[in-house]
């Protein structure tokens, strides 16, 4: 009896999860393994139908409500709407039902509208054709049919409908190109390889032959990770098993270029395709002002329960007197007479509650949603912010932190990519100790000998001439760069210079630098065919290397080698990676010289790289054969296995030479910089670089300067000093200026001392390291605190989760900054899902950063804007708004408080309902909600030129508690004027000209008009930017609520049993005395915040506020970027010439000329002349140069 398969069920349901929840088996074609084989077990897989959408038809309200009910004000007001029905309360349960409706009901049409998008375009991908092999035959069936194991066709611009692995192309080489734009954003093509022992099957009888079984890992996310091997089965014998990695699985979404057709078997489909996967949503990240928000929102449910509380034992002490809880017009029935006391009391403390309950804002959070969606568009919105070499422009990738852009006060930036352009250029190379420079720039033409070489040093030997040509080979061959050959010619080129253009592809921009540049030195990389690497050499020959394995680059090992076999059949293994992953491995090369040269040019700014060879002798490449083998078969940790792999093989080099890679400074990172240090951001650089390369790019962008005292923490400073010691010692050092630590931020004081830090990658993992007694907490408080004191940190050799792990420390420290982590590739992913507010750049090293971030820009300079212009009008917009929602809710319902000690707490409600139900919707809503999208407090121009505006804002200086406390007794004041200035105007039995005395509901509509108008009116004394939208909602919403109010008390709505309002507000206008009231009654409530505001105006400025004074001061339009164009026009002159010259002028005579973007610009006093002939750029007062300012 065969028990293979009792066996085979046993390890997968009783052996753990390692033998089956880690991996699945695939039987291509469904066909099932040969007797003798392991068992077939057939397994169930998701069908091919992707599903983004969160709703059915059937779950669609259920589900919504559920979502929308886990929101707590929501909850709280469906509580409060239950009460309301159970139980006797003063209020009709529309008051509160009808605006939670509106807010459900909003919410509900949004995302039920975004869901039906999200469902058509599901339906259109689910039903897309996709080519199918049955039989031998092709059938054609839509896209959700297909499953795991089919095998598919995928034709050229087709997208592929899952994640398949690549069996065989219409290529004779097996590879095929793909894009993945759809997935990560590259648009480069990358080059995928087919099964070795499948590539040969071109048709489709020879696919449906393949007799193969496919073991690989469960499904996850990672778009650049795969594991799995491939048992082919031929005839009788053993299946021939290969390792199947990255490189030959065909991602869902990427598109198939360049190649006629391919085949290949779906592993996984549907949900489980990693495209599918990668819709998951990222952790979310809440904002400063939110957990503001919420702490306001206790403390005001805390308020209401002690009103509520208050007003329950005063009803009850006060009807403890004789004849006030029975009065003889009011008698109690006898079971009223017999209900339990404490009941009793928790019905009236519940009714309380639900009179006073308006006081939590429900309308709060929809306005706060709107308010920040719509906000997001500003930034994509902003011309600006638009590259035009790129085509790109800003993105927004979750709204939820637009204001935390105004809080921010640490920035972790990386440096490739992000402050450089990632755009290299070749500019030397170091072999033995002798220099080659190539010439500046050939045009793009490769130079056929040695002419294109400047020997700087000595010509070296025989032997060097070896060696030297062994150096140019090795960056020839050691890189996984594709050519792209526009002429498409199959035989090999004959001539580098014949006409024919190659465009080398690369996802690393250094490989692309090095390969032309040593093609400018005479050796030059034609292509890869049929595992063939075909270089030029200097006579014109072409040399052929077979390509016997790749070690891929990864940033833990910091290096790559190939190895490569001649025509002479040597093997060589080039390797080249940085000085401090390749010295180490080295037993022989001129090490000294190479090195000092290497730490000149990481001086002056220039990306290093070291290459070093061995030769293998047959023997030895068949151990290393091996040891690759076993580790890329391995189907658990086999990273791991092939990290330790790489470790073994790259031993024992002989160092050949470095290279010298400029990477250049992004058009003004240094003026970006300088503007968000001034504005008391901290800028921290994290680079994987060394530190000499990323030293010298810190002081050309300004984060180091001239006055800089450097202090280093660094591997070579701790094997001198124990890292006790030079922790200590900096403390020391940095501590010694007390005086520095009281100053700015800004790091830009010059009579103080400045101190920028370095650190390493090496030293961060020490400090980072528990202690022998297990604690850690001293070392990083010690180091934090030298942190604080320094202006500037620069981290280098940073690996990716270390550089997770420093914004980490710094945010979790004692301050609890808010951080921002920019960058562009991959490497950064960590840091910015770390952060506080995640930036991504859309740069050259693919869109992982972007994709994963919650903002993208195209360059680092935009970054200024975004912070000190966006970021600070959404902090302030969002900031008057949430509390400006709790001061006009305070005005709202302290005068209903109060109207309970004048009637007797029998919970007899101050305003009608329909006051009550569209006080929040209506009357109050759209104010608040333009306000905080079109308020600019200051214009954008000053912004960008005074960046310390930004710190007016610093730390949540709006939703502070002193400014809360502010708000919320000027809401108190307000209501006791609203309450007790008509109370004693009723006191006196004011009647109307007809005879008519005001009753309650007349005294509730006074009280309610004076507080619409004043709250209205507030926001309007608050506003500083004025257009005609503003204009139109303010004086809309007070029009449209006395229209209301006209038409509501003016006609008997069929539909209501009782009428209470009918004639009210006409009745209470047609009165000299009402109309007096309401007047008085908003000046005085309104004088108070006047008040207050011209006074700290006048003693305690801010910088805004003096920038505001100024500004309303100045009539003169000129800014620093008014172009001089304009200057010199004549409506221009004419006003300038028009308004009288004063002696009493502030400011001083002189012109700032500025040359920006090759435009002349001018800075003018406000009250300057100009004469036609100024500013001319022949005049000899002004200096050209970017950002250089003369006085004239």
């Given amino acids: 009896m065969d028990c293979s398969l009792i066996r085979t069920l046993i390890n997968r349901y009783c052996a753990g999860e390692e033998n089956w929840v880690d991996s699945r088996t695939i039987y291509v074609g469904h066909r099932e393994p040969p007797p003798g084989a392991e068992a077939y077990i057939p397994q169930r897989y998701p069908d091919n139908r992707i599903v983004s ?484 050499n200097r006579d014109n020959d072409i040399e052929r290397f077979e390509l016997l394995e790749i070690l891929s680059f990864d940033s833990v090992r910091r290096r790559m080698s190939v190895i490569v076999k001649s025509a002479t059949g040597e093997i060589y293994l080039f390797c080249k990676g940085a000085d401090s992953s390749i010295f180490p491995r080295v037993i022989e090369g001129k090490v000294d010289q190479i090195q000092s040269r290497v730490e000149r040019n990481a001086v002056e700014g220039l990306r290093t790289l070291c290459v070093a060879y061995k030769r293998l002798i047959q023997e030895e490449y068949e151990g290393v054969c091996k040891l690759l083998q076993a580790a890329k078969l391995a189907l658990q940790d086999r990273e791991k296995k092939l990290a330790e792999a790489y470790e073994q093989i790259e031993q024992d080099l002989i160092l050949l030479g470095a290279t010298a890679v400029e990477d250049r400074l992004q058009e003004k990172a240094a003026d970006t910089i300088e503007a ?90 020490l400090i980072m390291k528990p202690r022998e007694d297990g604690s850690s907490g001293n070392y990083r408080e010690l180091f934090l605190e030298i942190c604080r004191n320094c202006s500037a940190v620069l981290c280098c050799r940073m690996a990716p989760l270390q550089k997770a792990q420093i914004v980490k420390l710094i945010k979790l420290s004692k301050e609890h900054p808010i951080t921002l982590a920019i960058g562009d590739g991959a490497n950064d992913v960590s840091m910015i899902l770390e952060a506080h507010v995640g930036i991504g750049v859309i740069g050259k090293e693919g869109r992982q950063a972007a994709r994963n971030s919650d903002y993208a820009i195209p360059k680092f300079k935009h970054l200024k804007k975004m912070l000190l212009v966006h970021g600070h009008f959404y902090y302030i917009r969002i900031s008057e708004l949430v509390q400006y929602f709790f001061y006009k809710n305070v005005c709202f319902i302290f005068p209903q408080f109060l109207y309970q000690f004048f009637c007797g707490f029998s919970q007899q409600t101050l305003y009608d309902t329909a006051y009550l139900t569209l006080y929040n919707i209506s009357f109050t809503s759209l104010p608040i909600l333009l306000y905080s999208l079109m308020e600019q407090h200051v214009s954008i121009d000053m912004l960008k030129r005074d960046p310390s505006l930004y710190r007016d804002i610093a730390k949540n200086a709006l939703l502070r508690w002193r400014v809360f406390i502010y708000w919320t007794f000027l809401g108190v004041f307000d209501a006791l004027v609203f309450f007790f200035g008509a109370y004693f105007m009723f006191e006196n039995t004011t009647v109307t000209s007809n005879g008519q005395i005001f009753g309650n509901w007349t005294f509730g509509t006074l009280v309610f008009t004076v507080m619409v108008f004043t709250v209205t009116l507030k926001l309007a004394l608050d506003t500083h930017y004025w257009t005609w939208i503003n204009h139109f909602v303010i004086w809309g919403s007070l029009l449209f609520y006395i229209v209301f109010s006209l038409l509501w008390g003016g006609i008997i709505w069929p539909f209501l049993n009782y009428q209470r309002m009918y004639y009210v507000f006409i009745q209470m206008l047609s009165s000299g005395p009402a109309w007096l009231a309401i007047i008085l009654l908003i000046t005085v409530s309104l004088l108070p915040d006047v008040l207050k505001k011209v006074l700290c105006r006048q003693l305690w400025p801010t910088a805004t506020e003096r920038i505001q004074t100024t500004s309303r001061h100045s009539q003169n339009p000129v800014s620093e970027f008014t172009p001089l164009s304009f200057l010199q026009s004549r409506s221009y002159q004419s006003n300038e010439l028009s308004r009288p010259a004063t002696r009493s002028s502030p400011h001083p005579k002189k012109v700032m000329l500025t040359f920006w973007n090759s435009e002349e610009y001018s800075v003018l006093p406000p009250i300057f002349g100009i004469s036609n002939n100024f500013g001319r750029s022949s005049s000899r007062h002004y200096r050209h140069g970017c950002n250089l300012e003369t006085p004239v």
């Avoid at 930036?413 to 070749?426: A, Y």
């Avoid at 005292?709 to 701790?718: A, F, G």
């Fill in 676 to 765: 968000l240090q001034k504005a008391g951001i901290k800028v921290w650089v994290l680079t994987g670089d060394k530190m000499e390369t990323a030293a010298a790019t810190c002081y050309a962008c300004k984060l180091f300067r001239r006055n800089t005292q450097l202090l280093e923490l660094t591997t070579k400073k701790i094997e001198e000093q124990s890292l006790h010691d030079v922790l200590f010692e900096l403390s020391k050092t940095v501590l010694r200026h007390s005086g520095s630590l009281t100053r700015d931020n800004s790091g830009l004081s010059t009579d103080m001392q400045d101190y920028g830090l370095i650190i390493d990658g090496a030293a961060l993992s």
């Fill in 53 to 536: 959408s969160k709703y059915t038809f059937w779950n669609f309200i259920p589900k919504n409500l559920f979502e929308q009910f886990r929101r707590i004000a929501n909850f709280y007001f469906l509580i409060i709407f239950l009460v309301q029905l159970i139980i006797d309360t003063p209020t009709s349960p529309v008051t509160s039902g009808l605006p939670l409706f509106f807010v459900i009901t909003v919410t509900a049409i949004k995302q039920g509208y975004e869901d039906w998008l999200r469902h058509k375009a599901d339906n259109a991908m689910n039903q897309c054709p996709v080519h199918f092999i049955q039989h031998g035959k092709l059938v054609r069936k839509q896209s959700r049919k297909l499953r795991v194991g089919d095998i598919v066709m995928v034709k050229e611009n087709e997208t592929f409908p899952c994640d398949l692995i690549f069996l065989s192309s219409s290529r004779g080489d097996g590879t095929c190109h793909v894009t993945t734009a759809s997935l990560d954003g590259e648009s480069s093509h990358k080059t995928h390889y087919a099964v070795q022992d499948t590539k040969g099957f071109h048709t489709e009888e020879d696919v449906d032959r393949l007799h193969a079984t496919i073991e690989c890992e469960q499904p996850q996310p990672d778009l650049y990770k795969f594991v799995g091997r491939i048992n082919v089965y031929n005839d009788l014998n053993d299946p021939v098993v290969r390792p199947l990695g990255s490189e030959n699985l065909l991602l869902r979404g990427a598109t198939l270029k360049n190649t006629e057709k391919i085949f290949g078997v779906a592993i996984y489909t549907g949900m489980e395709t990693k495209m599918a996967l990668n819709y998951q949503s990222k952790s979310q990240k809440r904002s400063a002002v939110e957990k503001s928000m919420n702490v306001f929102l206790i403390v005001y449910l805390c308020i209401l329960i002690s009103k509520a509380l208050i007003n329950t034992v005063l009803k009850y002490v006060w009807q403890s007197e004789p004849f006030r809880d029975e009065p003889w017009y009011n008698q109690k029935t006898d079971s009223e007479r017999q209900r339990n006391l404490f009941l009793k009391a928790f019905t009236d403390f519940l009714a309380f509650m639900v009179l006073f309950n308006y006081i939590i804002p429900v309308s709060m959070y929809v306005t706060v949603e709107m308010q920040k969606f719509l906000g997001s568009y500003f930034i994509t919105w902003d011309e600006e912010m638009f590259d035009e070499e790129a085509g790109e422009g800003p993105l927004v990738n979750t709204s939820d932190l637009n204001e935390e852009l105004g809080q921010v006060e640490y920035i972790f930036t990386d440096k490739t990519g992000t402050l450089t352009e990632n755009n290299m250029e070749f500019k030397e190379c170091c072999i033995e100790g002798h220099v080659y420079v190539p010439h500046v720039i050939c045009n793009g033409q490769v130079l056929p000998d040695s002419s294109g070489i400047d020997m700087i040093d000595s010509s070296p030997g025989v032997s060097g001439k070896e060696r030297e040509e062994l150096f140019f080979r090795a960056l020839c061959l050691c890189h996984t760069i594709q050519v792209k050959d526009d002429d498409n010619v199959d035989g090999p080129r004959k001539s580098p210079d014949s006409g024919k253009s190659c465009v080398y592809i690369s996802s690393s921009p250094d490989e692309v630098a090095l390969v032309e540049g040593i093609q400018r030195l005479g050796f030059t990389y034609l292509r890869l065919k049929d595992n063939y690497m075909e270089i030029l």
